[in-house]
């Protein structure tokens, strides 16, 4: 792939091309041991998925063998997210779309079609209670199983997990999915210490970044996630690695994968143009280094993450 077909950089393509990355990646014991736990609970089921994006998790959700009758919600704050999300997901001949929030009341009927789906575009504090004694918004109402792939280590844990369990009932499980944990590697090296510096600073603005004028993030995520759930009342049911690792076959990567590596390092430019610390012309050949490394199937790229398994006690 050239880069003079990359003109603009789509994030919702970027999410596409992460779903096969994700599929290897998603840890086998923790996911047996989430439907092991969902085997369990009445039909059809109540989920919620925050920072949902286009809906890759509900379609894995879709192509398990014993996926029962879903009541599938998924709640994302972008407006192309969820628009794609809605292209995607009506394709399935056994997923209704709702307009709304059905009715706590009706959260046992069996729908018409196997699952429904309900898009939210919204953002998650926005609609998360600010107080114990606040009502609960609807989209939290009977939920069996809230779902958050990829998106606690953008925000800021030790404040966000409390609220979320404020709005839940006991007994709901939690599937924390693809939570970043310090390691960012591609090879071939270039240079072995600017490779280590460009890797310190990238992780390092994500333990700076600030949203809204919030703390919203943390590098090593994955390993400070397992005190975090507890410390908010939460179980934690079992752990993984969930390591993303991408890798060339003969000189070509599966699927749209090239893509997904031409975005994380487009990502990382974004995140340090211009940093102090870094020479700009000198970055900017490291960064033209590897989308060539990529073009020509070279790059070897590997993030280390953690899943988790949880339930609210």
């Keep these: 792939m050239s ?4 003109p603009d950089f789509s994030f919702q393509r970027y999410l596409a091309a992460k779903r096969t990355v994700d ?18 609970l009445p039909a059809p089921l109540t989920v919620l998925e925050i920072g949902g994006g286009i809906g890759t998790m509900f379609e894995r959700f879709l ?11 998924l709640l994302d704050e972008s407006v ?12 399935y001949p056994n997923v209704a779309l709702l307009q709304d929030i059905t009715p706590p009341g ?17 953002d998650l504090f926005d609609v998360l209670p600010t107080t114990s004694i606040a009502p609960i918004p609807a989209l939290f109402t009977d939920v069996d199983l809230l779902i958050a792939h990829a998106f606690l280590d953008l925000v800021d844990i030790p404040t966000t997990l409390p609220r979320l369990v404020a709005a839940l009932r006991p007994g709901t499980l939690l599937y924390f999915t693809i939570n970043f944990d310090g ?37 090593r995520s994955g390993r400070h996630l397992f005190h975090h759930l507890q410390t908010a009342g939460i179980r934690v049911l079992d752990a993984g690695s969930s390591d993303w690792v991408v890798l060339p076959h003969d000189g070509v990567y599966p699927a749209d994968e090239a893509y997904f590596l ?8 974004g995140a340090l143009a211009g940093h102090p610390a870094l020479d700009p012309a000198r970055f900017d050949r490291w ?5 060539r490394q990529i073009e020509q199937g070279e790059l070897f790229y590997i993030a280390h993450q953690l899943d988790y398994l949880g339930v609210v006690v």
Aim: net charge neutral; glycine share 2%.
């Design 183 to 219: 390691v960012t590697a591609l090879q071939p090296t270039i240079d072995p210490t600017f490779d280590d510096l460009v890797e310190s600073l990238y992780h390092r603005t994500m333990d700076e970044r600030i949203t809204n004028g919030l703390p919203s993030g943390d590098s």
């Design 106 to 122: 009706s959260a046992r009927a069996h729908p018409p079609c196997p699952h429904t789906l309900s898009l939210t575009c919204a």
């Design 3 to 6: 880069l003079s077909h990359l």
């Design 23 to 40: 599929d290897r990646a998603l840890n086998p014991r923790v996911w047996d041991a989430l439907w092991h736990r969902l085997a369990a």
């Design 262 to 269: 031409h975005f994380i390092v487009h990502t990382m430019h």
């Design 63 to 73: 192509a398990h063998p014993a996926t029962p009758p879903l009541r599938y919600r």
């Design 287 to 291: 960064i033209a280094t590897r989308h």
């Design 80 to 91: 192309d997210n969820i628009a794609a999300a809605a292209a995607r997901l009506t394709a």
